[in-house]
């Protein structure tokens, strides 16, 4: 990460997802590391497939933090978005 | 390989629930418990192997591939695999849709993508091929590749484009990058854990309906008559093939629940071909697929799609009949 001020603020935690299973869980892990966590981040949802196509993604589930795309098409472990957001 | 199964399902029902073995309930239970045992363990089975096949598909680099190499018309068979592979899920068949097109690869080719996405899947293959055995299983997914391959080709020579919706083709107009992409290289032992929960939440989604489908084809098994559908589907009268792909383009029936009640139709004397050309339009097309379509292509377009497909099952199921008929 190039910005300093990143540790300072808070993130913006995205998954793009048109609501299937897999996007369900994927929210669901990351709900339960910010919130296990105390991390500061806003987290949303975006289902629009108009919007999940700004990104360009050609698989869904994808988390973006900060408008950098972490994880396409697949469901991650806690400790793995742990690392992401630390 | 089931056999140990077999003893297990006589044994509960058998000695452990005192039900006789010449009665219709003791069939029954034997039956429905054998098949969702063996089911379940196939269905695991299959869907982890697909789930660590998809953990390493290189989808981009496919993307480049297609669309860099001159292919020889080859382009619509590998799409087609390539959809026989991607995940049951449905809902990433429109991201992928639109990417393919975005990145200049043919509406054909893609679309080649789209008729199998569904059409065959891990989900299916298992209930396949638990029901029907490996000869079948082979004839829905190689005929599944082939129908994809053909109908995408077709369907490239009808110049489409146009009907896509606006959206779409504003993006085909400017061409955009994708978002900055960083990830993480993750090993094969730190993904295991998470193929295999997605392994075990697939199957979880579908236990119900497996459940429900076996109970009432165990039901049928024990009850319905020898071949009693003879009199009214079995007997090879033409339109029987498209009566059962009209009746089943409609219906949205998990591939869970809908080949245990297939297969008992067949065993009481439906032709094995109506019977896959009947799981193909149930699997393959679906209200739920349009409304998904609806938001990339006009419904004159889906309408296009769907009808070539129909049509091509239709065809399918005619074959498969006088295929097996001859060498069966």
Redesign the interface.
């Given at each position: 990460m190039a910005m300093n001020n990143i540790y300072i603020m808070s993130k913006v935690i995205k998954i793009l997802g048109t609501g299937c299973p897999k996007c369900k869980s994927m929210t669901g892990v990351v709900n339960d590391v910010v919130s296990e966590n105390a991390i500061d981040a806003t987290i949303e949802k975006v289902e629009d497939i108009m919007e999940i196509m700004k990104f360009n993604v050609l698989t869904t589930p994808a988390l973006v933090i900060d408008d950098v795309i972490a994880i396409k098409g697949r469901v991650p472990s806690k400790d793995e978005v742990l690392a992401l957001l630390n | 390989m089931f056999d140990w199964l077999q003893h297990f399902a006589d044994w509960v029902i058998y000695a452990v629930f005192q039900v006789g073995a010449e009665t219709h309930l003791g069939t029954a239970l034997n039956f429905f418990v054998y098949d969702t045992l063996k089911i379940l363990i196939l269905l695991f089975f299959i869907v982890f192997l697909m789930g660590i096949v998809?953990?390493y598909f290189p989808?981009?680099r496919l993307?480049d591939y297609l669309n860099k190499k001159k292919l020889y018309g080859l382009e619509y068979l590998f799409s087609s695999i390539f959809g026989a592979v991607t995940?049951f899920?449905?809902?990433?068949s429109?991201?992928?849709f639109?990417?393919?097109v975005?990145g200049g690869i043919p509406l054909g080719v893609t679309f080649a993508f789209l008729i199998t996405s569904p059409l065959v899947n891990e989900v299916a293959v298992a209930m396949f091929l638990g029901m029907f055995g490996i000869k079948a299983t082979l004839i829905y997914v190689v005929s599944g590749i082939a129908l994809g391959t053909i109908g995408g080709w077709l369907l490239g020579k009808f110049n489409l484009e146009p009907l896509l919706s606006d959206?779409v083709k504003k993006?085909l107009d400017n061409k955009?990058?994708?978002?900055?992409?960083?990830?993480?290289k993750?090993t094969f032992y730190?993904r295991l854990?998470?193929i295999t929960?997605?392994a075990w939440?697939i199957v979880k989604?579908v236990l119900l309906y497996v459940i429900i489908g076996i109970a009432i084809g165990a039901a049928m098994h024990g009850y319905v008559p020898e071949n009693f559908f003879n009199q009214y589907l079995g007997g090879g009268e033409w339109w029987t093939v498209p009566l059962a792909v009209l009746v089943a383009v409609p219906m949205y029936a998990n591939a869970a629940g809908i080949v245990p009640v297939v297969q008992v139709f067949v065993a009481k004397g439906v032709p094995l071909g109506t019977a896959i050309a009947f799981m193909m339009a149930t699997v393959g097309l679906s209200i739920p697929e349009a409304t998904?379509l609806k938001?990339?292509m006009s419904l004159k377009m889906i309408a296009i799609y769907f009808g070539v497909v129909t049509l091509f099952i239709i065809f399918s199921g005619y074959l498969f009949n006088i295929l097996l008929y001859r060498f069966g």
């Open positions: - | 998809n953990a989808v981009e993307k995940p899920c449905s809902c990433s429109v991201p992928l639109i990417g393919f975005q959206w993006i955009m990058q994708q978002a900055a992409y960083k990830e993480e993750q730190q854990p998470e929960r997605g939440d989604g998904l938001k990339v």
